[in-house]
T-cell receptor, first 114, second 114 residues
Framework: AQSVSQHNHHVILSEAASLELGCNYSYGGTVNLFWYVQYPGQHLQLLLKYFSGDPLVKGIKGFEAEFIKSKFSFNLRKPSVQWSDTAEYFCAVNARAAGNKLTFGGGTRVLVKP | EAGVAQSPRYKIIEKRQSVAFWCNPISGHATLYWYQQILGQGPKLLIQFQNNGVVDDSQLPKDRFSAERLKGVDSTLKIQPAKLEDSAVYLC????????????FGSGTRLTVV
């Protein structure tokens, strides 16, 4: 079945550490890729998105993601995290092959220790 | 611009009772989505509207869930009768293009069925 997979369910790290969250999808053809963040008690917010062009996408709050088509991956990175980055992160894919609906991965809960 | 409005924020009901959620999308957004987010999981699409027509309701449990979008603006999602496993956050989102290039999410309604 077509799906979006996030490899880590929980990540714990200290401030200033680097963060990388994995995301893989199984859709073929044209895809649009997104990373959303959900801070405790808040609604989903868009971190960044990829539609076309440069596969290295820069988003808000120092986050970036790289689209590697051959690996069906869209990993999220941040060189140096802050305590305020504690949140749940969701990868999402909008694929023409799936009727253009937005499908989410299971999420990764990130805890940054001060 | 105003965001996607949802109400109520919280709802606690007993199993077998009925409940309804309301969503007001961003003005001019033709596409509206309802997602169900169970604790610890990513959001799952329940139904997608384009104006007042249903585009995708393949994951909507139609024996108990129903949704409508009268006049292509506001939408209501109903559960009748509720089960314990319906406890979740119900998210509404809207987008300008059917392809969903830009999605805006509401704060959600947290439903607890006891």
């Amino acid at each position: 079945a077509q799906s979006v997979s996030q490899h880590n369910h929980h990540v714990i790290l200290s401030e200033a550490a680097s963060l990388e969250l994995g995301c893989n999808y199984s859709y073929g053809g044209t895809v649009n890729l997104f990373w959303y963040v959900q801070y405790p008690g808040q609604h989903l917010q868009l971190l960044l998105k990829y539609f076309s062009g440069d596969p290295l996408v820069k988003g808000i709050k120092g986050f970036e993601a790289e689209f590697i088509k051959s690996k069906f991956s869209f990993n999220l990175r941040k060189p140096s995290v802050q305590w305020s980055d504690t949140a749940e992160y969701f990868c999402a894919v909008n694929a023409r092959a799936a009727g253009n609906k937005l499908t989410f991965g299971g999420g990764t809960r990130v805890l940054v220790k001060p | 611009e105003a965001g996607v409005a949802q109400s109520p924020r919280y709802k606690i009901i007993e199993k077998r009772q009925s409940v309804a959620f309301w969503c007001n999308p961003i003005s001019g957004h033709a596409t509206l989505y309802w997602y169900q987010q169970i604790l610890g999981q990513g959001p799952k699409l329940l139904i997608q509207f384009q104006n007042n027509g249903v585009v995708d309701d393949s994951q909507l449990p139609k024996d108990r869930f129903s949704a409508e979008r009268l006049k292509g603006v506001d939408s209501t999602l109903k559960i009748q009768p509720a089960k314990l496993e319906d406890s979740a956050v119900y998210l509404c989102a809207s987008s300008f293009l059917r392809q969903g290039h830009g999605y805006t999410f509401g704060s959600g309604t947290r439903l607890t069925v006891v």
